[in-house]
């Protein structure tokens, strides 16, 4: 297949990329780098089956030749308020990236025949009332809160997805995708694994943001990489939950990073750095992924760290 890639120069984007590229398609890149780096899809350059284009995906996109999948990845992610990078100062860039860039990427795809996916997120769920997680589950989000910005647009970007599906008989994927982590995050983006294994690996104290006690559930890449492309190839058109089942808390996660690297400064708990809407309870339900698609994550969790390590070392000149 051809296949456009929205943040195409992102962490998740570029991974995409080459896991798409290895299967022997031929990929379109495309980014506008306001979160994301060259740096990432630099070792594509010289690919022939690779192209890249610098381009806003809120503005009208043209892609020269058919395409036969269109992968919408576009988006600021971080929710980290005092990260430039983080969609609390990127609050209209985020909300134009998933609602006119949802809208145009699904107009790419009605154009020119081609399947269509959308990277959803677990932020649809809020703050959830129900645990862990279920496709179901239609969330409990505050249309004005300090995460309305990427939750809402996120929440808009699946109703139009589906619209398409619907009305135009698009043949549409949406994938919600959990914490996730590993090579080519940005360190500087404030999400919790770059703080902490950054911190950890300079020695210093990790970061928890209030008691530790808020859960979440992390997946490595290359496992998230492999249940987006089983999602792509399968026929399912309702939204399908991607992440590592293994809900822990934060100072537990932060613990065993420590423990990991070896690093003696333990952790210090920061009250008022992530008030208002942190969701306090995070793990999804990944039946629905098991079983439409026979995936599973392989990674353990000390086997992801290892793995992301040798990255955090070079961009830290360690
Ligand atoms: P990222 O910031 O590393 O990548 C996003 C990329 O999109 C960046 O390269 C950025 O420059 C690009 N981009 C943003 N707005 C754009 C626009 N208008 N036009 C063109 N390019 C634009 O973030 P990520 O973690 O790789 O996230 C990628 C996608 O996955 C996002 O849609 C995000 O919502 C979703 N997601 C990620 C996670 C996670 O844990 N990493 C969890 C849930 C959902
Ligand atoms: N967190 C933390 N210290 C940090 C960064 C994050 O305690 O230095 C917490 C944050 O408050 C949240 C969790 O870690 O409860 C995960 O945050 P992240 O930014 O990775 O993403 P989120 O899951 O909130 O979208």
Known sequence: ????????????????????????????????????????????????????????????????????????????????????????????????????????????????????????????????TVHPQTEDYPGNVDTIGTRAVYDEAKRFAEALTMAYHRYHNIDTRIVRIFNTYGPRMDLEDGRALPNFLKQALLGQPLTIYGRGDQTRSFCYVDDLIDGIVRLLYSDEHLPVNIGNALEMTILEFAQAINRITGNQAGETFLADERSARD???????????????????KVDLDEGIKRTIPYFKEKLGL
């Open 1 to 128: 297949m051809r296949i456009l890639v929205t943040g195409a120069a992102g962490f998740l984007g570029s991974h995409l990329c080459d896991r798409l590229l290895a299967e022997g398609h031929t990929v379109v890149g495309m980014d506008n780098f306001i979160t994301g780096s060259p740096d990432n899809i630099a070792h594509l350059a010289g690919n022939e089956r690779f192209t890249f284009y610098r381009h806003d995906v809120s503005n009208y996109i043209f892609v020269p030749a058919k395409v036969d999948a269109v992968m919408h990845f576009a988006s600021p992610a971080s929710p980290n308020p005092k990260s430039p990078y983080g969609y609390f100062n990127l609050p209209i860039q985020t909300m134009k990236a998933g609602a006119l860039g949802t809208h145009n990427t699904l107009g790419v795809a009605k154009a020119h025949g081609a399947k269509f996916l959308l990277a959803s997120t677990s932020e649809i769920y809020g703050d959830p």
């Open 279 to 297: 969701p306090q309870r995070r793990q999804p339900d990944i039946t629905r992924a098991k079983t439409i698609l026979g995936w599973e994550p």
